[in-house]
């Protein structure tokens, strides 16, 4: 794991087997650029005058919205001659929020969007790159400059379009009208939202959890289950906030 600030290169392989594999990882711009590096399994990279990601609507030119760096970390195995790259698109920005604001790059944003939906009428449910393209030139054409998951985790396609567009996305997971709040629930849910952190979690355009959809919160056992669910959730992120969509009555939540 890899977080993009200053370097640590405490330490340098990793074990296979009984072979040392060496760890290299660099930061690319988009100019193909080498603006950061590291040795090691884990560590940071400090990055000299980064160009933050930002969402559309908070620059003046679509170009500077949404920038994306490519870090590349590779693998070498000296015995056997192999290596192995992969590469991930990440780009740096900070979030956080206060309890009347939320703040991307220490700058005030507020959410205007959609609980959108991943099917489109002509063509049903599914993965089409030309109406999601469309789609989302929609969003940008209407002023919107965000939306919620409704109701799961996206195809990776459409998640690599919010990050190069600079759309913000609140994550959630597939617990639509849940009830009962037993322990089987807990468990299945629990794993899915481990299951998003770890596919999500170094996207720029995530800057929210929600754990679930119109819940039956009304209901006394709700108020265990979700301490557990948020305080489960923080425990796999702290860096971004949490939240629930509620549709009961709120005298009664």
Not at 2 to 16: G, K, L, M, P, Q
Not at 183 to 212: C, F, T, Y
């Amino acid at each position: 794991s890899y977080a993009v600030r200053a370097i640590d290169e405490t330490v340098n392989t990793v074990r296979s087997n009984t072979r040392a594999i060496d760890v290299t990882v660099e930061l690319h711009d988009q100019d193909g650029n080498v603006v950061g590096s590291a040795v090691g399994s884990s560590g940071e990279i400090a990055v000299p005058n980064a160009k933050l990601w930002w969402p559309y609507t908070m620059v003046q030119n679509d170009r500077d919205a949404g920038y994306l760096y490519k870090l590349v970390a590779t693998s070498y195995d000296s015995g056997s001659n192999e290596r192995d790259v992969y590469r991930l698109n990440v780009g740096i920005r900070t979030i956080s929020w206060t309890d009347r604001q939320f703040l991307i790059n220490n700058k005030p944003f507020y959410f205007r969007g959609f609980g959108r939906h991943e099917d489109f009428n002509v063509r049903g449910k599914g993965i089409d790159n030309v109406m999601l393209v469309k789609d989302h030139n929609l969003i940008k054409w209407v002023g919107a400059n965000s939306y919620r998951t409704s109701h799961y985790p996206y195809a990776e396609e459409i998640m690599d379009l919010t990050d190069r567009l600079g759309i913000v996305i609140i994550d959630e997971v597939p617990a639509v009208s849940i009830n009962g709040f037993g322990a089987g629930l807990l468990a299945n849910h629990k794993q899915q939202l481990k299951e998003l952190i770890q596919r999500d979690k170094n996207r720029p355009s995530v800057v929210m959890w929600s754990v679930s959809n119109e819940p039956r919160s009304d209901r006394p056992e709700s108020e265990p289950y979700f301490k557990e669910i948020f305080a489960w959730t923080r425990s796999l992120d702290s860096t971004r906030p949490v939240t629930c969509v509620v549709a009961v009555d709120f005298s009664l939540d």
